[in-house]
C-alpha cells in the first residue's frame, strides 16, 4: 500500500512515523545516513518454499496442458520453451537482484515503516521501498531478448510487440517517478493513457464485437465499433493500472493478486490455442504468453521477499507496471472476457467510489487496523472489499464465540 509522507524535522521525536513508506527527497544523504543505511540489517531470505508450492500450483496444469495434452505445433511449443527458460532466467536473476538494490534506496532513504505492524518490534523495521523497478527492469530485458528467438524483421506481430514493450516501459518510468516526487491522484488516474498511447497508435487488430445477447436487437453477427474500440482499449489500460494500485494493504497482495491473474491468463492462453484450428486466433493467444510468461515469474520472485512478513515494499512502480502488462496481455491476446479475470479488482473499485469520488470523506490510509493485543488485523469502515471482509470475518468470529459460550 503506497502512503507517503515527508520525513519529520530534527526537532520532532525520534520514533518513525506512522506510515507504511517514509521518504527523504534529499538526493544525497548525509554521512550519517549513509552510516545508518549500511548499519541496517539485510533483508530475511526469499520464502522459496511458499514460492515453489505457488509455482507448482500454476505451471504443472500449464505445462500438462502445452507439451501433453494438446497437439500444438513443434514450432509453437519450441517458442513456448524457450519463453519459459528465458522466464525461468528472469525469476533467478530478480531473486539476486533484489537485495542489491534494496540496499540502493536504503541508501537514497527510500523507505517505509508497516503500518500493519505498529506496536510491534517489526513496525520500527525500515523496510525498502520501490522494490518493482527491479522487477520492470528484469521483465523488459526478458521481453526484448526473446524478441530475437521468435520474431523476423517482417514479422505482422513486431510493431505491436514492441509498442506493448513500450507502454510498459512508459509505465515503469511514471510509477518510479511517483513513488519519488508522490504525485497527486488526479495525476495518477491519467498517466495511464499517455502510456498506452504507443499501442494504441500501432494497434492493427479487430475493432468489432459478437454482441451475441444484442444480436436480435442490433441485427448484425459483428458489430464493428471503430474507433469507440480503442478508447475501450485506453480505458482498460487506466483501469488496470489503477485497480491493481487501490487494491492492496497487505503484504503481498499487490504481487499476489498479479500472480494470479497472470496464472489464470497463462492457462487461458494456452486452452485456447489447444481447442482453435485458426492460426492467427493461436498466434494471439501466443503472444499473449509470450509476454505474461516472464511477468508471472519475475512476479513470483518479488512474492518470495514481499510475502507476510514482508521485507520489501513494492512501490507503485510494481503496481503501475503490472496492470499496464496484464492490459497489453489483454489487448493484443484478444481476450474476450479479460475484465472477469479482474473481478475482485472490478468489486474493490465499485464498493470503493462513494470515497474515491468524494461523496463520502476518504482517509488518507484505507487500511485494516491491527491490534497489537491479538497480533490480528481487524476491519474498519474504509470503502475497501479488504477491510469489509475482514469486518466481517471478525463479526463472524465474535458471533461464533457467543454462540459457545
Known amino acids: 500500500m503506497a502512503t507517503r509522507r515527508r520525513p519529520p524535522s530534527s526537532s520532532t521525536s525520534s520514533a518513525p512515523p506512522i506510515a507504511d513508506e517514509v521518504r527523504s527527497r534529499d538526493p ?70 533484489i537485495p542489491v538494490a534494496a540496499r540502493y534506496v536504503l541508501r537514497r532513504n527510500l523507505f517505509g515503516y508497516d503500518i500493519n505492524k505498529r506496536g510491534t518490534p517489526q513496525g520500527t523495521v525500515k523496510v525498502p521501498e520501490s522494490l518493482g523497478i527491479v522487477i520492470g527492469i528484469v521483465y523488459l530485458v526478458i521481453a526484448i531478448l526473446f524478441q530475437h528467438f521468435n520474431f523476423t524483421s517482417d514479422s505482422n506481430w513486431l510493431v505491436e510487440y514492441n509498442a506493448a514493450l513500450a507502454c510498459i516501459c512508459f509505465m515503469v518510468l511514471l510509477g518510479f517517478v511517483d513513488d519519488v516526487l508522490d504525485i497527486p491522484w488526479r495525476v495518477k488516474l491519467v498517466l495511464p493513457s499517455f502510456a498506452a498511447l504507443p499501442l494504441l497508435m500501432a494497434y492493427a487488430g479487430h475493432t468489432s464485437i459478437i454482441p451475441k445477447p444484442l444480436i436480435p436487437y442490433v441485427g448484425v453477427p459483428v458489430l464493428d465499433l471503430g474507433w469507440i474500440y480503442k478508447l475501450y482499449m ?93 492490459a497489453v496481455v489483454g489487448i493484443l491476446g484478444h481476450f474476450r472476457h479479460f475484465c472477469s479475470s479482474f473481478l475482485p479488482q472490478v468489486l474493490n473499485f465499485l464498493y470503493s467510489c462513494p470515497q474515491l469520488f468524494k461523496i463520502i470523506p ?44
Not at 52 to 60: D, I, K, Q, R
Not at 299 to 324: C, E, I, K, R
Not at 373 to 378: A, I, P, V, Y
Not at 382 to 404: E, H, I, M, R
Request: hydrophobic share 50%; net charge neutral; proline share 7%.
Open 28 to 97: 544525497k544523504p548525509s554521512a550519517a545516513a549513509a552510516a545508518a543505511a549500511a548499519e541496517d540489517p539485510p533483508l530475511a531470505p526469499p520464502k522459496l518454499g511458499f514460492v515453489a508450492a505457488a509455482s507448482a500450483l500454476f505451471f504443472v496444469p500449464f505445462f500438462y496442458l502445452a507439451f501433453v495434452h494438446y497437439p500444438i505445433e513443434p514450432d509453437l511449443r519450441r517458442s513456448i520453451a524457450i519463453s519459459v527458460a528465458m522466464s525461468f532466467g528472469g525469476f533467478l536473476v530478480a531473486l539476486r537482484m
Open 234 to 326: 485506453g480505458m482498460l489500460a487506466v483501469f488496470c493500472t489503477n485497480s491493481i494500485n487501490i487494491h492492496a494493504g497487505l503484504n503481498g497482495l499487490e504481487v499476489g493478486q498479479t500472480v494470479v491473474i497472470s496464472a489464470a491468463v497463462l492457462i487461458h492462453n494456452i486452452m485456447q490455442i489447444g481447442a482453435s484450428t485458426d492460426p492467427e486466433y493461436k498466434q494471439a493467444h501466443a503472444f499473449s504468453i509470450y509476454l505474461v510468461l516472464p511477468l508471472l515469474a519475475t512476479s513470483l520472485a518479488l512474492l518470495s521477499y514481499n510475502w507476510y512478513p514482508s521485507s520489501v515494499f513494492v512501490g507503485d512502480t510494481y503496481t503501475y507496471f503490472a496492470g499496464m502488462a496484464l
Open 362 to 405: 476518504c482517509p488518507r490510509h484505507r487500511l485494516p487496523k491491527f491490534d497489537p493485543q491479538t497480533g490480528l488485523l481487524t476491519g474498519t469502515k474504509d470503502g475497501t472489499s479488504l477491510t469489509y471482509s475482514l469486518d466481517c470475518l471478525v463479526g463472524a468470529q465474535k458471533g461464533l464465540f457467543a454462540s459457545n459460550f
